[in-house]
Structure formats: C-alpha cells, structure tokens
Nanobody, 125 residues
C-alpha cells in the first residue's frame, strides 16, 4: 500500500535547473525522514540528500551541497529536490526514499522503508 512516486525528471543543459518531486501515499509522511538517492548508468546507487521528519535538518552529499536543496511539505505528502547548477555528472535516475529510523540511516540504503521507482534526470553538456 505504501507508494512513493517521483516526477519532474527530464533533460536539462549543464548549468540549468530542475526540480523533482515525490508524492507519498500509504504512510504517514510526518513520521519519516525523507531523502533522495540517485543511480547513474553503470554506477551503484548513491545518497544525495535527506531531510528530517519536520524539515528542520537537512544533509547533502558533498558533490551536491550548495547546488541542491531538499524540502518537504508534510501537509501535501510531498518531498522535493531543487537542483541548480546542474552538471553532466548529475545525470542519473533519482529515487525518493523514506525511513522511520531517521536521517542517519540514509547512509544505509538497505534500511529504507520505502522506495519510489525513480525519475530520470539527464544533464547535457
């Protein structure tokens, strides 16, 4: 019954911006830390960003810090990832995820309680 659905992926030129969204259903989103992972072609899935249950704390992987912004709107069951100054190396399928255990557990992808199916972001050079 739990479902996370990403949207907003697409093709963007390097230096441009894109926002991806995640709609959650079948769970009380206010109880979950939320976050984003990504998987580039031929690469393993990697952590991108996470946000605490109430949005008070965020954490970013070094490669995206300062360029990406994660946010959430619990009333709308939504989490967002605003991506600015995009680089070709940001090209990946971006996955929304949820964890009851908290933000720290985004270090451990296998601990996630829910995953979306991903949305493809392609950054051209």
């Amino acid at each position: 019954q739990v479902q996370l659905v990403e949207s907003g992926g697409g093709l963007v030129q390097a230096g441009g911006s894109l926002s991806v969204s995640c709609l959650a259903s079948g769970l009380n989103v206010s109880k979950y830390a939320m976050g984003w992972f990504r998987q580039a072609p031929g690469k393993e899935r990697e952590f991108v960003a996470a946000i605490s249950w109430n949005g008070g704390t965020t954490y970013y992987e070094d490669a995206v810090r300062g360029r990406f912004t994660i946010s959430r709107d619990n009333a709308k069951n939504m989490v967002y990832l605003q991506m600015d100054s995009l680089k070709p190396e940001d090209t990946a399928v971006y996955y929304c995820s949820a964890s009851l255990a908290g933000m720290g557990y985004f270090l451990y992808p296998d601990s996630m309680d829910a995953w979306g199916q991903g949305t493809l972001v392609t950054v051209s050079s």
